[in-house]
């Protein structure tokens, strides 16, 4: 069974600071990866998508990457800005196993950028 | 740009009763599913549907149905209203990629339930 987690479970830094977050996951039989933001009491949206065939996908101040082998995507966020507080999640598209075509949600990390 | 749209946003059931929440999307996507998150859990999938006519069921099913009759609507059944269902639940939608997989998830607003 797919297990997915995110480290670290919370994080505040400073704005202007560059910042990671990582998401490891158990089965590498996947379709693709993608992240998302979570604001309180909203749905999430999506911020990035890496085929399995992909190594990185890059958007503005956001670059996730991903390698398959090892289990592992980060994501890379540049100059942190305040209105990047919200909750990251990471969920894999998986393509094997009882998990066949579903997705598998990390639990997420919580993000505070304080000015 | 509706995009995918849950109703109610937030509703009380007392214990025993039943209710739908509905969710429709515009975007002409094949794939839909239906998420419960609680607190600290993480998201769950409780049923999905590949197309119309075709739904089967997620990680937490059971207390739920689900019905899938146009490829627009998704709604989710709650019979028999118990406290373990109360959650915030999410619908997404996603287009089939060319090799016939999932593409990218877009979700709903979400849906606030307490059963009391």
């Known amino acids: 069974k797919q297990e997915v987690t995110q480290i670290p479970a919370a994080l505040s830094v400073p704005e202007g600071e560059n910042l990671v977050l990582n998401c490891s996951f158990t089965?590498?039989?996947?379709?693709?990866l993608q992240w998302f933001r979570q604001d309180p009491g909203k749905g999430l949206t999506s911020l990035l998508l890496?085929?399995?065939?992909?190594r990185e996908q890059t958007s503005g101040r956001l670059n996730a990457s991903l390698d398959k082998s090892s289990g592992r995507s980060t994501l890379y966020i540049a100059a942190s800005q305040p209105g990047d507080s919200a909750t990251y999640l990471c969920?894999?598209?998986?393509?094997?196993?009882?998990?066949?075509?579903?997705?598998?949600f990390g639990q997420g990390t919580i993000l505070t950028v304080h000015p | 740009n509706a995009g995918v749209t849950q109703t109610p946003k937030f509703r009380i059931l007392k214990i025993g009763q039943s209710m739908t929440l509905q969710c429709t999307q515009d975007?002409?996507?094949?794939?839909m599913y239906w998420y419960r998150q609680d607190p600290g859990m993480g998201l769950k999938l409780i049923y999905y549907?590949?197309?119309?006519?075709?739904?089967d069921k997620g990680e937490v099913p059971n207390g739920y149905n689900v019905s899938r009759s146009t490829t627009e609507d998704f709604p989710l059944r709650l019979e028999l209203a118990a406290p373990s269902q109360t959650s915030v639940y999410f619908c997404?939608?996603?287009?089939?990629?060319?090799?016939?997989?999932?593409?990218?998830?877009?979700f709903g607003e979400g849906s606030r339930l307490t059963v009391l």
């Open positions: 089965d590498s039989a996947i379709y693709n």
């Open positions: 969920a894999v598209l998986n393509a094997g196993g009882t998990s066949y075509g579903k997705l598998t």
């Open positions: 549907s590949v197309g119309a006519g075709i739904t």
């Open positions: 997404a939608s996603s287009p089939k990629t060319s090799g016939g997989a999932p593409g990218e998830l877009f």
């Open positions: 890496i085929q399995s065939s992909q």
């Open positions: 975007m002409n996507h094949n794939y």
